[in-house]
């Protein structure tokens, strides 16, 4: 009888650590599949003379050599640092900004919180498709402003080559900055009062609270910020397409414009697949070290 329990009871602690496992084994092996698989798939052909259909005729590093000769990739990486530097820089100041205001227990925090979060639910080809409205000189700012008497007024950067690439920041600054908002405000919300009380206590102004105590122990959301904004900047496409198209000319293409160009527009599909894998290995290099350093101070 103490045997047939004990098998019962055997049965069921198995049972128990297998049947999560079993549960998300299906999602598991679709994901190793559609994700990793694909992954590795871009990899390989990016090495092939891959052109509408993929090739299995191996070049090996001649698509990443012929990638770095074109004009076209060359002006990509060049619009990505302008976008990703003033992306990055100016979410993150309004975003710390705004959390700070926030931070107060200002009247009416709880409507603000989810005004300046609802940009963050939309997509970004709706974001795209809003700002090219408002942006259009025809029918957008430029055109009410002269509704409305002012004749002089002119905003015209989405037409302007040299500025067409602010166009882009601007819309994306205003998605993104409302969840950096919310990631620095948390932030805040962590920290121990009794240290910042103790430091009023000895006499420091708020800025030395801010410079001193608040700022340095907001470290792990400005990196977790720099991680998310990199990422988004990187991989950007939908926003750009929706809003200008990658132009006018190539002012706004960036890489991941570039690469669906060259895979299914230009038939050049293991030019393609080779600047899919610098963005992957560009993101890779961000967010390699970002998971090792959360993994090394968890333990």
């Not at 060359?74 to 976008?83: C, D, E, K, Q």
């Not at 409507?111 to 809003?130: D, E, K, N, Q, W």
């Not at 905003?155 to 409302?178: L, N, P």
């Not at 397409?241 to 002012?251: D, F, M, Q």
Request: net charge positive.
């Amino acid at each position: 009888m103490a045997t047939t329990t004990d098998t019962g009871v055997d049965f069921r602690t198995r049972l128990q650590t297998w049947l999560p496992k079993l549960v998300l084994s299906p999602s598991l092996a679709i994901m190793l599949v559609f994700v990793y698989g694909f992954i590795a798939f871009t990899v390989y052909l990016s090495f092939t003379d891959s052109r509408m259909l993929p090739s299995y005729e191996w070049v090996g590093w001649q698509n990443y050599d012929r990638l770095f000769r074109i004009r076209e990739w060359n002006i990509a990486l060049t619009n990505l640092a302008v976008f990703a530097t003033l992306y990055i820089a100016i979410c993150t100041v309004i975003g710390l900004m705004l959390a700070i205001l926030l931070d107060q227990k200002i009247r009416g925090e709880g409507m603000l919180r989810p005004i300046f979060l609802y940009p963050m639910a939309l997509s970004f080809i709706v974001t795209g498709t809003a700002w090219k409205w408002m942006l259009d000189p025809a029918i957008g700012l430029e055109n009410t402003m002269h509704l409305w008497g002012w004749e002089s007024f002119a905003f015209g950067w989405i037409k302007d080559r040299e500025m067409a690439i602010y166009t882009i920041v601007i819309a994306a600054v205003w998605q993104s900055s409302g969840f950096v908002m919310a990631m620095f405000l948390a932030g805040l919300r962590g920290i121990d009062n009794e240290i910042l009380k103790a430091a009023q206590m000895d006499g420091a102004s708020n800025f030395q609270l801010y410079r001193r105590i608040i700022l340095p122990q907001l470290r792990p959301a400005f990196l977790s910020a720099f991680v998310i904004l990199s990422h988004l900047a990187i991989k950007s496409y939908d926003l750009v397409i929706a809003l200008t198209g990658g132009g006018p000319g190539n002012a706004t293409a960036l890489p991941a414009t570039f690469m669906y160009s060259y895979t299914f527009t230009r038939n050049q599909m293991g030019i393609g697949a080779a600047s899919a894998v610098i963005m992957l290995m560009t993101i890779a290099a961000i967010m390699v070290p970002y998971l090792y350093a959360e993994l090394r101070e968890k333990k």
